[in-house]
């Protein structure tokens, strides 16, 4: 698997440590992730009860619901998303007990960037949704190193920033619709002369050519809310 594949991961973050926090956001974002933080282990269940992630990075030591307990709970749940856990705590049995509640993998604070990059390469190449360069919905079909886009066996040619926020919105369509103003912070990271109209061009733009393809999925704008994708009615 190209290392390529990884730009678009979804990582959730659970960590109330708001230096922390915000350096792994800062440099997961930069890493061209997708990033999610929540800070206490309710928010962590909330998050995993409604969307879907390719990587969770989880304190042990979270407010009222611990990181352990959320591990537990996910497991329980049938949850198979790979889990780092982050702690304090350099006893063996510490180490034991976290494996032990499900988590894939453990790393001591404080550590290297450089560490923690590479305990989340392992873990990605574990991660299903990561096993293949191809994204398959429905009659789409999507190569994410070559950019190429086929609908119903037909190439169809999408512009870089339309590729990117179809890709999006395949690799996320099990979460609920995304807001113009996410979308241009996760879909148009860098670009400084990308604005909310841009994103609302764009989508219009690619359901366009979806329509154009007779795909049997669109663009839809979900009033008041924002864009997914869904099957044409």
Same mark, same amino acid.
């Given at each position: =698997?190209?290392?390529?594949? !990884? #730009?678009?991961?979804?990582?959730?973050?659970?960590?109330?440590?708001?230096?922390?926090?915000?350096?792994l956001?800062d440099?997961?974002?930069?890493? %061209?992730?997708?990033?999610?933080?929540?800070? /206490?282990?309710?928010?962590?269940? @909330?998050?995993?009860?409604?969307?879907?992630? #390719?990587l969770?990075i989880?304190?042990?030591? !979270?407010?009222?619901?611990?990181?352990?307990?959320?591990? $537990?709970?996910?497991?329980?749940?049938?949850? &198979? /998303?790979?889990?780092? =856990?982050? /702690?304090? =705590?350099?006893?063996?049995?510490?180490?034991t007990?976290?494996?032990? &509640?499900?988590?894939?993998?453990?790393l001591? $604070?404080?550590?290297?960037?450089?560490e !923690?990059?590479?305990?989340?390469?392992?873990?990605?190449?574990?991660?299903?949704?990561?096993?293949?360069?191809?994204?398959?919905?429905?009659?789409?079909?999507? #190569?994410? +190193?070559?950019h @190429? +886009?086929?609908? $119903?066996?037909? *190439? +169809?040619?999408?512009?870089?920033?339309?590729?990117? !926020?179809?890709e999006?919105?395949?690799? @996320?369509?099990?979460?609920? *619709?995304? &807001? *113009?103003?996410?979308?241009?912070?996760?879909?148009?990271?860098?670009? #400084?002369?990308?604005?909310?109209?841009?994103? %609302?061009t764009?989508?219009?733009?690619?359901? $366009?050519?979806?329509?154009?393809?007779?795909s049997?999925?669109?663009?839809?704008?979900v %009033?008041?809310?924002?864009?997914?994708?869904?099957?044409? *009615?």
């Amino acid at each position: =698997m190209r290392y390529s594949f !990884l #730009d678009m991961a979804k990582i959730l973050i659970a960590e109330d440590d708001l230096d922390l926090g915000l350096g792994l956001c800062d440099w997961l974002i930069f890493s %061209r992730h997708t990033v999610e933080w929540v800070k /206490t282990g309710e928010d962590a269940l @909330n998050s995993l009860k409604h969307s879907s992630y #390719d990587l969770i990075i989880l304190d042990w030591n !979270l407010p009222g619901i611990s990181g352990i307990e959320v591990c $537990k709970r996910f497991r329980d749940d049938r949850g &198979s /998303t790979p889990i780092l =856990m982050l /702690t304090g =705590m350099t006893e063996t049995k510490n180490k034991t007990m976290g494996l032990d &509640s499900g988590a894939d993998d453990y790393l001591i $604070k404080p550590f290297h960037l450089d560490e !923690l990059s590479a305990r989340m390469r392992a873990l990605l190449r574990r991660s299903p949704d990561l096993e293949s360069d191809k994204l398959v919905l429905a009659d789409i079909v999507i #190569d994410s +190193v070559s950019h @190429n +886009v086929q609908i $119903k066996e037909q *190439p +169809v040619k999408f512009l870089p920033s339309e590729f990117k !926020l179809l890709e999006f919105l395949v690799r @996320n369509h099990k979460n609920p *619709p995304f &807001s *113009p103003e996410v979308l241009l912070m996760r879909v148009w990271q860098g670009d #400084d002369t990308a604005t909310v109209a841009s994103v %609302r061009t764009c989508a219009g733009q690619v359901r $366009k050519k979806l329509a154009d393809a007779n795909s049997d999925m669109t663009v839809e704008s979900v %009033r008041g809310i924002g864009y997914r994708i869904s099957q044409n *009615p």
